[in-house]
């Protein structure tokens, strides 16, 4: 294992010493236990946002934390879920009385531990909903889950929940927003190479150099097959028709097609796949409102592409282009 670490059991504790360092005009930190919150909360008349998942997907969750996003985000141990403790803290920490709303990625750990939270939470009578993305158009069921898993849509959904609740919106009409995101929204990942979790210090899963794997989990976890490695067009290709296989875009149709690296992907391949996914689009005469391309949900330093398109009427154009201010996001400063 080649890392730029120190101890493997210290890189969440310092990488959380680090973002603290960093951005102390964004974000605090919280330690013992571990969660990033948004340094002018609690916000009166706000429904905190809160999202978490294992380590190592970065800038997802805590990068997103700030104006127009998450209100905190709980970091686990890498690719392990967060404990109910840390959603707990984080939600009497940021908590206004207006309540609070989970963003929840379908994998069993997290569902568990953020049901574990919210019923803590209701104990002491704070009102706490729930969105649960389960975007993965890849496989129904996997080794982290029952049903689709979350993935590359969690960041529409925090971006758009989170630029509703700037505007005071009720928790009911947040947890009805982020329920219509989930319903619009589907994703692909392709890998070409694993990664090593630290504490592991061997790679998750081999690859030989001549195969890549299609539908990838973002924790490694197997996809659908295992093929012959292709060209850059013809894998986006394939990943494309598996996508509006599964969701109703039609001619004329408004979408927002995120195109993100895995972490180890340059920008230039992201770019060439981003090009194919465009012409196909086009050919179908569907609409592209917003582009994003970069890293915004990776699996440490795996060298692969996700591909996530959300279908959009006016209602999700209008947060999904309002301000956000965070650490991984920033438009309309």
Not at 2 to 30: D, T, W
Not at 191 to 220: M, Q, W, Y
Request: negative net charge; aromatic residues 6%.
């Amino acid at each position: 294992m080649k890392k730029f670490i120190n101890q493997p059991e210290n890189v969440v504790r310092e990488m959380l010493e680090g973002i603290a360092s960093a951005y102390p005009e964004l974000v605090g930190v919280n330690f013992s236990p571990n969660f990033i919150y948004r340094k002018d909360s609690p916000i009166d008349g706000k429904v905190s946002i809160i999202s978490g998942g294992g380590s190592g997907h970065e800038p997802l969750h805590g990068g997103y934390v700030g104006y127009g996003m998450l209100d905190a985000a709980c970091p686990g141990d890498v690719f392990t879920s967060p404990t109910p403790d840390q959603m707990y803290e984080a939600a009497k920490k940021t908590n206004s009385e207006a309540g609070v709303l989970f963003v929840v990625k379908n994998y069993t750990g997290d569902v568990m531990n953020f049901d574990m939270a919210k019923e803590m939470l209701q104990g002491e009578g704070i009102n706490v909903e729930s969105v649960l993305v389960d975007d993965d158009v890849a496989v129904e069921n996997s080794t982290y889950t029952a049903g689709r898993r979350g993935v590359g849509g969690t960041v529409f959904v925090e971006k758009i929940v989170g630029a509703a609740a700037e505007e005071k919106k009720s928790l009911t009409e947040l947890k009805l927003l982020g329920d219509k995101v989930v319903k619009n929204v589907k994703s692909i990942g392709i890998a070409l190479t694993s990664c090593t979790v630290p504490a592991a210090g061997k790679p998750t899963f081999a690859l030989e150099e001549n195969e890549f794997e299609f539908g990838i989990g973002i924790h490694g976890e197997p996809g659908r097959e295992r093929l012959k490695l292709k060209s850059a067009d013809e894998i986006t290709s394939i990943m494309m028709e598996a996508i509006l296989e599964n969701i109703e875009v039609n001619k004329n149709d408004e979408v927002a097609l995120l195109l993100n690296g895995m972490g180890g992907t340059p920008l230039m391949e992201l770019y060439i796949a981003s090009r194919k996914a465009t012409a196909i689009l086009k050919d179908k005469q569907i609409n592209i409102y917003k582009h994003i391309i970069g890293n915004y949900i990776t699996s440490l330093e795996m060298q692969g592409v996700s591909i996530t398109l959300l279908k959009l009427d006016d209602e999700l154009k209008h947060f999904l282009d309002a301000k956000v201010h965070t650490i991984g996001l920033r438009w309309g400063m």
